[in-house]
């Protein structure tokens, strides 16, 4: 099928699936009340706040008393005909001047707590993102094997957003609301208990409307993040291979993809929006009626004498100041749902323990010759048990010397290669630098003594030099010199424009392929490890240059073990020893003359690349390493 259709394309990934809530509640309380001890670190904003916030509901309280004194002050003196229109007149001057009063004060502390609450919401962000962000370095390579970097972005990014809205919007709304439902109760049913109950009579139902709400927008949000964790995915995906996308000509299908995983995103939050509106609609509806019934009763009271108008008048000014803070109960319960939601997927990730990492006792190494020795290493990849992708692997190298590896792709090349620096852990046997098992030593210090050069090369939006000098980012420049000379790359970055200060593209996309492995192996040249290890890291390199990076490298070696990876026997035939995987295992090893005399698995390699290659029937390369 033609570009865009179906048939044609890998699946988007949006069968979207609802994650299952089962014991998602507990989790959720728990994620709170861990945010909530956070808080408490900064105890002098807290104290502060929660005094602010007080404060602000007294005041506000004291407003309907005024306005009800003032009233009944103004219609007393008129009915009485004892005072005449300038002792009216200064009675409601007084009278306004408290409720301006009370209104400045309960603004001003209004504004602290709503300043403080926003303060102490990015106090605990920037706290989180540093934590979050400290975690990912040092999980395992097994974790990010199998969780997509656009999850970890939104996580990153959105659920920290909602964590930090709880403060402002959760716990200091919540205390207001409590002073302002609790100090009313107080103040108002001692003055008449029926109108007091009815002034109140919808709070009740408003709560529960709140818990219920609760329960469905929780399970809505966490549906949401799923989704936007989706979306984030697609957007990065496709920006990522931008080129391939334009290339194959797939804007069509990637945008039904986006189109796809924004509709998924868009119907949850119509859902969300259409619950919580509706839900606050009859709040409203019962917080009228309760208006309407106090109203009613009150004007029964007043024709009987029972009430005053300025009391009346308390009990309906009490009601229009709930009538806000009970409208955002809903935005309460939203805040503290997505809060719940976002703190289980955040300390999820904060909470995980790396699959490697370094034992209590672990001491760092310090390498006095340099020798790595494999001693019948097996490794399994995490929920592969049974399945060993690389099975009794036995080898030793010792300072000056070279060990070639090389298989068919699936081998277990590169699954050798990210176990030296302890990437993965191995699941049967042992690597000893020095005698010494790697899984004893500290993880910065054994791996500041691996240089792994990989195939894959990665570049970061910065100055060539800065690439160059990322192990070490206060190397001199004669030495970062040395590490791209000896990669052959120093001519070509003496050519560009602004020399070494010239910017490399996102991901390095201004180099060519052969380009930015140079720059990978000048990288890992430049901290000059103990144990040198090339992951195929030639493989966009033309044969000539490999040769003189060979022969820069050769001096560099010379006193360093060293493990050449490679599907290309010519970067590998002068090594001292070459193993040949096959299925995990070892199934040929010698030296180059030796393995070709021995006429296996390795004879008929070099009878494909290299002596096709000078009879002219060309060189039928296998893939790149896995």
């Not at 009216?88 to 007084?94: D, I, N, P, R, T």
């Not at 009859?282 to 005053?308: D, H, P, R």
């Not at 894959?456 to 939006?461: P, V, Y």
Request: hydrophobic share 45%; proline share 4%; charged share 20%.
């Amino acid at each position: 099928m033609g570009p865009g259709g179906s048939g044609s394309r890998p699946k988007s990934g949006m069968d979207y699936k609802v994650p299952s809530l089962e014991g998602q509640y507990d989790r959720g309380a728990k994620a709170l009340l861990r945010i909530s001890k956070m808080a408490l670190g900064y105890p002098w904003h807290c104290i502060v706040a929660v005094i602010s916030v007080i404060a602000a509901g007294i005041f506000q309280l004291l407003i309907p008393l005024f306005l009800g004194d003032a009233v009944d002050n103004a219609t007393g003196l008129l009915e009485s005909g004892q005072g005449g229109a300038e002792e009216v007149k200064s009675a409601l001057v007084v009278a306004a001047g408290l409720i301006i009063g009370a209104a400045v004060l309960r603004g001003g502390f209004t504004m602290m707590h709503n300043y403080l609450g926003e303060a102490i919401g990015q106090h605990l962000a920037y706290q989180l993102r540093l934590a979050y962000f400290e975690k990912l370095q040092r999980l395992s390579f097994s974790y990010h094997d199998r969780i997509h970097s656009g999850d970890l972005l939104t996580r990153g990014m959105l659920d920290i957003e909602g964590i930090r809205r709880f403060i402002d919007f959760g716990i200091l709304r919540m205390i207001l609301l409590a002073v302002l439902v609790g100090g009313g109760a107080y103040l108002y049913m001692g003055s008449d208990l029926m109108l007091g109950l009815l002034s109140l009579s919808f709070v009740p139902f408003a709560f529960w409307r709140g818990l219920v709400f609760r329960l469905r927008i929780r399970a809505l949000w966490r549906q949401l993040q799923e989704a936007l964790s989706v979306l984030t995915r697609i957007m990065e995906e496709n920006l990522g291979g931008i080129r391939v996308v334009r290339a194959f000509g797939a804007q069509d299908f990637e945008m039904e993809k986006f189109d796809a995983g924004s509709k998924v995103a868009l119907d949850i939050s119509m859902e969300r929006v259409t619950v919580r509106y509706g839900n606050t609609a009859v709040m409203n509806f019962s917080y009228f009626i309760a208006m309407g019934l106090v109203l009613w009763a009150g004007g029964v009271k007043i024709l009987a004498g029972e009430l005053t108008v300025g009391e009346l008048t308390q009990f309906l000014a009490f009601m229009t100041i709930l009538q806000m803070p009970v409208r955002q109960i809903g935005m309460v319960i939203n805040g503290v749902a997505r809060a719940s939601v976002a703190g289980v997927r955040l300390f999820d990730v904060l909470d995980m323990e790396a699959a490697v990492g370094d034992r209590p006792d672990a001491q760092p190494l310090a390498p006095t010759k340099g020798i790595l020795k494999f001693d019948r290493v097996g490794f399994s990849y995490e929920g592969f048990p049974g399945e060993r992708t690389i099975s009794d692997i036995s080898f030793e190298v010792r300072p000056g010397q070279t060990l070639g590896i090389v298989g068919p792709p699936g081998s277990g090349k590169s699954t050798i290669v990210h176990l030296i620096p302890r990437f993965y852990d191995v699941t049967d046997g042992a690597i000893t630098i020095d005698g010494r098992d790697i899984r004893d030593v500290t993880l910065d210090s054994l791996r500041s003594s691996v240089g792994v050069v990989q195939q894959d090369t990665f570049l970061f939006t910065s100055p060539v030099s800065a690439n160059v000098a990322y192990g070490d980012p206060f190397a001199e420049q004669s030495r970062i010199e040395g590490a791209t000379e000896a990669s052959q790359l120093h001519n070509y970055i003496a050519a560009l424009p602004q020399g070494y200060e010239t910017l490399v593209g996102e991901r390095g996309v201004s180099l060519s392929g052969g380009q930015r492995q140079r720059l990978s192996i000048a990288r890992s040249v430049l901290l000059t490890p103990t144990v040198m290890v090339f992951d195929d890291s030639t493989a966009a390199i033309d044969a000539a240059t490999e040769q003189r990076i060979r022969a820069a490298l050769m001096d560099l070696t010379k006193d360093r073990a060293t493990i050449i990876v490679s599907h290309r026997l010519s970067s590998l035939m002068h090594a001292d020893e070459i193993v040949f995987l096959e299925d995990g295992r070892i199934v040929e090893r010698g030296a180059h003359d030796d393995l070709l005399a021995a006429g296996g698995r390795y004879r008929a390699l070099y009878d494909l690349q290299i002596v096709g290659k000078e009879t002219g029937g060309g060189p039928a390369e296998p893939e790149p390493a896995e």
